[in-house]
């Protein structure tokens, strides 16, 4: 219990200090995939709103709402490098209450605030899909809050290469839906830009949006 406590705390000066110059807005990118044969699967990346420039390719990372323990996300919070998707036996997933609405929050938040911006159809010409119509519809949700991004390792299966490095983001606190978004220049530049670009099943690519 003390030691929950001690975390909180430590948590809530890192916040107040080095993270401070964090606080900004976002853009949260869903895309909404299916292949038909399958349930609906969803994929989120998200875009510092500063970053998106006209006529310029804006580069998206991964965010993360559950895969994470409690480990990778101290490290984040402090810019050490994480690996997510390498569990150890040691790996401590016990988050407090506290944290755990705040990131249902969030995920609340980006379901009932999302706002269509394009849909890619691709037709499958192989496998157990050949002939069937594959559907991705891209949704953005703007949101202000705390973030805290850092390296993830990927491990991938390459011959001439076992890892691969990648800047990924992970929610913190403070969320809200940042509904003024719509009303500003970059909103239409965000509505109009290309998202095709974005390999999105694929974390450890590096993608971006075509902003026009």
């Known amino acids: 219990m003390k030691l929950n406590k001690y975390f909180l705390i430590i948590l809530g000066l890192i916040i107040s200090t080095s993270l401070y110059s964090q606080i900004k807005d976002f853009i949260i990118i869903t895309f909404e995939f299916d292949q038909k044969v399958k349930s609906i699967e969803n994929y989120y990346w998200i875009v510092p709103l500063d970053s998106i420039i006209q006529r310029s390719d804006v580069v998206v990372y991964p965010i993360y709402f559950d895969e994470f323990s409690k480990d990778d996300l101290e490290k984040?919070?402090?810019?050490?490098?994480?690996?997510?998707?390498?569990?150890?036996?040691?790996?401590?997933?016990?988050?407090?209450?506290?944290?755990?609405?705040?990131?249902?929050?969030?995920?609340?938040?980006?379901?009932?605030?999302?706002?269509?911006?394009?849909?890619?159809?691709?037709?499958?010409?192989?496998?157990?899909?050949?002939?069937?119509?594959?559907?991705?519809?891209?949704?953005?949700?703007?949101?202000?809050?705390?973030?805290?991004?850092?390296?993830?390792?990927?491990?991938?299966?390459?011959?001439?290469?076992?890892?691969?490095?990648?800047?990924?983001?992970?929610?913190?606190?403070?969320?809200?839906?940042?509904?003024d978004f719509w009303n500003t220049k970059k909103s239409i530049l965000v509505k109009f830009s290309n998202y095709s670009f974005v390999n999105f099943r694929n974390a450890s690519s590096i993608s971006y949006i075509k902003v026009e």
């Open 76 to 179: 984040c919070i402090t810019s050490d490098s994480i690996h997510i998707f390498i569990s150890t036996g040691i790996s401590n997933c016990d988050f407090e209450n506290e944290y755990l609405k705040n990131i249902d929050s969030l995920k609340t938040l980006v379901k009932k605030y999302k706002n269509k911006v394009q849909t890619i159809d691709i037709d499958w010409t192989y496998g157990k899909t050949k002939g069937k119509k594959i559907r991705t519809n891209v949704y953005i949700t703007p949101i202000s809050g705390y973030f805290c991004n850092c390296i993830n390792t990927f491990k991938i299966y390459n011959p001439e290469k076992s890892y691969i490095n990648k800047l990924v983001f992970l929610p913190i606190s403070n969320f809200i839906y940042n509904k």
